[in-house]
C-alpha cells in the first residue's frame, strides 16, 4: 500500500477509534444527557460542539509504520460511522435501537434536531468526511480547498452542507469579555499562555492551526493580538458585527470556573442585548 494512502487512512482509522469508543460507552451518552440539559436550560442556545482528533505531529509520524489490509481498515470506518449516526440521533432525541438495545435520550431537545455538533480538522480529507456525514465543519487552519472539500463531500451522501469555519491565522479563537482589559490579562493571562504553549508543543514544527501561538510569556502573548484576547465588552460587540465569531473557551488552561463565569455573565449582560 502507498504509504501516503496508509498514512491518510491510519489517521481516520485512529479518528474514528477514539470517536466510536467514545460514541459506545456510557460516558458518551452521559455526554449527550448533559448537553440536552444544559440546551434546555438556557433556553436551546448552544452553539455547537466539536468532535476534534487532537493528533499530534510525532504521533502522526509513526502511521506511516502501519501497514492493513484494506478491507479492515474499510470495516472499521463503517463502523466509525454506525457509531456516530447513533451519536447524532441520541442528541436530536430520537427513539432508535443500537446494537440491540432501545435508545432514548433525555430530556428531548429544545432546538430541533438537537445541539450542533461539528468535525474538526485541518485535512481535505477531515473536511470532506465532515460533509459526508452532514456535520458542521470547524478546521483548524485555512488550507486551500477546504470549503470545495466539505461541499463535495457532502453532495457525495446527498447530506445538506452545514457551516463550514475557516478561521485565518491570527483570528481570535480564544477570547474573554472583561470591563478591564489589563486585570482581566492579569488574572486569565497565565492560563491562556499555558493553554497556547501546551498546544504550541503538540503542534510540532509545521502545524499550521490558525490557534498556534509562540508567546513565552503573558506579556508576548497579550502583543500578539492573535488568537488569544480579552475584549471590552463593547469589543467583542464589534467584533461580532464584523463578522467574527466570538471563541469562547471558558476554562481555557484550567481556569477557575469563578473567574470563567464573570466572563460569560457579561456576554449574556452586556454583548447579546446590544446585538439584539
Known sequence: MNARLTQARSAEIRARRRLAAFVGSRIGLVVVVALLVAGVGIGGHIYGRQLARGDTQERDATIIQLRADVQKLDAQLDDGNAK?????RAVAGETFEYEGRPVHVTPSPVTPGGPLLMYGGHSVAAARRAGRLGLGFFAEADVDGLVEAYEAGAAETGATPGMCSIPKAGNPTTVFVAEDVDDGWARIGPYMLHDAQ????????????ASRSEATSVEQLRAEEGPYRVVTPDEAVAMIRGGQPLGMQPLCGGLPPDIAWESLRLVERRVLPALG
Open 84 to 88: 456516530l449516526a447513533a451519536l447524532q
Open 198 to 209: 501546551m498546544y504550541a508543543s503538540w503542534f510540532g514544527g509545521a502545524h499550521p492551526a
